[in-house]
């Protein structure tokens, strides 16, 4: 069985530039959430989809968007990128079948805004 | 953003201690999740948490989901070096609608002395 994926690991971007963030989801299971994490904070939820449509959204501004694929994949897409949103973005996957809430992660992408 | 009490907030112990620590919410929740981050990485989950009073062990964990269901805790019984990380409790509000959501702890971060 495979684990959640992310790429890439790191990331480095200037102040305004866009940012693609990729993340493919454990086998069977068929959603896939985004969260951001500060140093020291917990992690926040920014994002949740469920078969290619957004299924709920936590506190982001619209800059903050995303996609899910047929194969379930999804990626996090920020525009317009401020310094604030430096931090580790992380791809969660989950099923019906093993409890949607029950959520598995991946090893994060690591993003720096100079 | 939101975040879940969690405390304590940090603890330094000695190898083979007992470790305890909780969650608390101001609101009901359905599911109670425990995970462990190593510095860099994902979260990895511990213990999933489905019932009021549930009491679930994985190994030298033990996790209880509150009977008010709005809080949580998590043992580490005769704790070894590779304990150390930083512990995140997270919850799936009850009032989360459609969207299976994640709000997280504050975190405990936990140190093993050998």
């Known amino acids: 069985e495979t684990g959640v994926t992310q790429s890439p690991t790191h990331l480095i971007k200037t102040r305004g530039q866009q940012v693609t963030l990729r993340c493919s989801s454990q086998s069977g299971h068929n959603t896939v959430s985004w969260y951001q994490q500060a140093l020291g904070q917990g992690p926040q939820f920014i994002f949740q989809?469920?078969?290619?449509?957004?299924?709920g959204r936590g506190n982001f501004p619209p800059r903050f968007s995303g996609l899910q694929f047929p194969n379930y994949s999804s990626e996090l897409n920020v525009n317009a990128l401020e310094l604030d949103d430096s931090a580790l973005y992380l791809c969660?996957?989950?099923?019906?079948?093993?409890?949607?809430?029950?959520?598995?992660f991946g090893p994060g992408t690591r993003l720096t805004v100079l | 953003g939101q975040q879940l009490n969690q405390s304590p907030q940090s603890m330094f112990i000695q190898e083979g201690e007992d470790v305890s620590m909780n969650c608390t919410s101001s609101s009901i929740f359905n599911t109670w999740l425990w995970y462990k981050q190593d510095p860099g990485e994902g979260p990895v989950l511990l213990i999933a948490?489905?019932?009021?009073?549930e009491l679930t062990s994985n190994g030298r964990l033990t996790a209880q989901f509150g009977i008010t269901r709005k809080d949580s805790f998590l043992n580490i019984s005769a704790s070894i070096p590779s304990d150390v990380g930083i512990y995140f409790c997270?919850?799936?509000?009850?009032?989360?609608?459609?969207?299976?959501?994640?709000?997280f702890g504050t975190g405990t971060l936990l140190a093993v002395q050998p």
């Open positions: 948490l489905y019932k009021a009073g």
């Open positions: 969660a996957s989950s099923s019906l079948a093993g409890g949607l809430n029950t959520q598995y």
């Open positions: 989809y469920y078969r290619e449509e957004e299924n």
């Open positions: 997270a919850g799936a509000p009850r009032n989360g609608g459609a969207t299976n959501k994640l709000i």
